[in-house]
Antibody, heavy 117, light 108 residues
Framework: QVQLVQSGAEVKKPGASVKVSCTAS????????IHWVRQTPGQGFEWMGI????????SVAQQFQGRLTMTRDTSTNTVYMDLSSLRFDDTAIYYC??????????WGRGTLVTVSS | SYVLTQPPSVSVAPGQSARITCGGD??????VHWYQQKSGQAPVLVVF???DRPSGIPERFSGSNSGNTATLTISRVEAGDEAAYYC???????????FGGGTKLTVL
């Protein structure tokens, strides 16, 4: 079955970092782009960044530059999203999404990250 | 940055057609993609590149894009179509994805 399996919910304190994994099943990770998108009640969907099939230069949205790191492990078909210096308004559902290029044809189920003191 | 504007809500009776708009500056020059998100679930792509449908999406879902408005049309609306619908484009100027604020479709 073709799917993206994400890691479980996290609760973090302000200033901490969170790492979310996204494992591709049923297809080869290196055949598609992987994007990270988050959803908050107040801001709706926010595009965060992209990992190209080559695994090369990774584009990050301006508002996350300096805080967002995306990596991948082709041996496990897994992509990781690491967001540092967490703030209360980083509380959101974080999705990975597969993309032939600029649209998302397969989404993970989402990972809830709660930032709370 | 590029802004996409959607009406917050649309209501339609079963069997009628629902039209959900997505406004943006010269959006007709961009590829527009639409996602359906039911409560508590991840989004699902229903239309891509203005008017193409992924496999498994009913023909009742169609899209168009011209000028400053893109439109998702759902024909013969069913109760199961009740969801939030989001438009999305790739903004080449900022090299990032942009989403509309979403439209909640209510089936009366």
């Amino acid at each position: 079955q073709v799917q993206l399996v994400q890691s479980g919910a996290e609760v973090k304190k302000p200033g901490a970092s969170v790492k979310v994994s996204c494992t591709a099943s049923g297809y080869t990770l290196t055949d598609y782009y992987i994007h990270w998108v988050r959803q908050t009640p107040g801001q709706g969907f926010e595009w965060m960044g992209i990992v190209p099939p080559s695994g090369g230069s990774r584009s990050v949205a301006q508002q996350f530059q300096g805080r967002l790191t995306m990596t991948r492990d082709t041996s496990t078909n897994t992509v990781y999203m690491d967001l540092s210096s967490l703030r209360f308004d980083d509380t959101a559902i974080y999705y990975c999404a597969r993309a032939p290029r600029w649209y998302f044809d397969l989404w993970g189920r989402g990972t809830l990250v709660t930032v709370s003191s | 940055s590029y802004v996409l504007t959607q009406p917050p809500s649309v209501s339609v009776a079963p069997g009628q057609s629902a039209r959900i708009t997505c406004g943006g500056d010269n959006i007709g020059n961009k590829g527009v993609h639409w996602y359906q998100q039911k409560s508590g679930q991840a989004p699902v792509l229903v239309v891509f590149l203005d008017s193409d449908r992924p496999s498994g999406i009913p023909e009742r879902f169609s899209g168009s894009n011209s000028g400053n408005t893109a439109t998702l049309t759902i024909s013969r609306v069913e109760a199961g179509d009740e969801a939030a619908y989001y438009c999305q484009v790739w903004d080449t100027a900022s090299d990032q994805g942009v989403f509309g604020g979403g439209t909640k479709l209510t089936v009366l």
